[in-house]
């Protein structure tokens, strides 16, 4: 028989989902996340989450299946590591998770996008276009209300999980120097996965953030030392927690794909802070909206929208070159003007009153710029094949005299496509045997394997709610 109550390690999208679905099926709840609030890396997620066949597609006439979804993430995952279970759990659920956020919590998610490597757009944000800000707070606050049956210790740190002979029992936590134990079914939903885990105890001194990725064992310097120097865009709690609390088990749990480590192409680089190893994420979104990448010689270089590897492979190169910029148009950068207006106040955009003014600030000679605004409005007017094989031109065409919006860029450590081994049920699997540990379930960015050797936009804010309502499904009946 189930216990009464479950504990959630994480309130992140992932937990949060998971803490909602396991009170639908009556249980209660016991959420606990390590930092003085909720929300994770979740809260800032930017351009949206995926969905093929939801309400807001149809009412934009947007032609798109969970079959076609499939496929991409297929695609991007890479023959060797696509795991059709787990795919076919994630598109397929994709559309019930959106109906499930709008129709449960209200939240608005009526944009929707054509991001890179997607066939269809099926990427929805809502019109403030703050998508992980609007969809975390409502479950946050949904679940901050539901009273007795929910209870949320914050600044409480997992150290360790219970075990007896029938596996996972609990969990032992601090809060202020003082250690608790709490019983019951547990689901991990600690995010990232990057930092020290390998034969490392779990204390303070070993979770205080990125820079301590760098130290011998991490699973940066261990699987991909070749990105030990790159900024990231994660905050200080996403520290590989939940993989080392699985792996520490006396049957350790499996682990897959871990130098599968996403670089993301437009980290936005802070001028007065150059050599920050933390950075403002560009959102994909600007990409999605028109925007381009041009080099330091005012030139194009790749399709904007493809695949994530493929554009950060590009932009690595380019970058050998000097600055790689981010330019954006009045249309596209009127699309997500909520977007340009953030960066440009945190100084990381700079708005020009034309090419000129961007050429001279720049040192980019201007009749470079127009040669690319003129080859640019030739593909997408489709007069000339585009040199990069960019299919779609959303918001073209570029002249000299419009207003620009402009970033620099470098790429930066975004997301972890490795983690625990779990199965289409979330249940976290033991090294070895591939057998599920009773009483332990994992969603979110913690599992590993859902997107191979490359995750799409807008599939992680899904894959913590499709995989945190099947973990809290199957916390809540115990298999
Ligand atoms: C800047 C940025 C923009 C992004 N934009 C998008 C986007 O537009 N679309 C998309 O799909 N994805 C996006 N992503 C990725 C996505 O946001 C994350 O992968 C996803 O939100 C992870 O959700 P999660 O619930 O698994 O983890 P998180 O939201 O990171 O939550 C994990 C929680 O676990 C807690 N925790 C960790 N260890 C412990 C412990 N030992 N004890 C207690 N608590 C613990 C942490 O404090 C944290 O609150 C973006 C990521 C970033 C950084």
Redesign the pocket.
Known sequence: MSPPRTII?????????AAHTLLEHGKDVLL????P??????????????GAGSAAQQALDINDSPEAFFADTEASAGAELARPALITALTGNSAGAIAWLTGTFGVDLSVVARLGGHSAAR?H?DKGGA??WAI?SALMKRLEAEGARAQIVKS????RLLEEADGVVGVE?ETAGTLHEARGHVVL????VALPYSGIA?TETT?SGYSADATPGSLLATHRPDLLALP????A??????V??ATALTAPAGMCDLDQVQV?PTGLLDPAKPEAKTT??G???LRGAGGLLLDARGARFVDEVGRRDAVTAAVQAAALRGPVRLVLGQAAAAEVGKHCGFYASKGLMKRYASAAEFSADAGIPLAALEATFVSYNASASGTAPDPFGKATFHNALYTPNEELHVAVITPVV??TMGGLTVDARARVLAAGTAQPIPGLWA?????GGVHGRN?L????????VVF?RIAGAGAAQGV
Request: aromatic share 6%.
């Open positions: 390690v994480g309130g992140g999208l992932a937990g949060l989902t606990l996340d390590k930092m609030s909720l929300g994770g890396n979740s809260v800032k997620a930017s351009s949206g989450i995926n990427t944000r998508p992980g975390t409480a740190r997992v150290l936590y939903a600690t995010g990232f779990l979770c990231t865009t994660n905050g709690h996403a520290t590989g927690d939940g080392r609390l993301h403002f994420l959102a994909e979104a975004h997301y969603a979110g960015e913690v599992i995750r936009a807008g599939s992680s804010l899904l894959e913590a945190g």
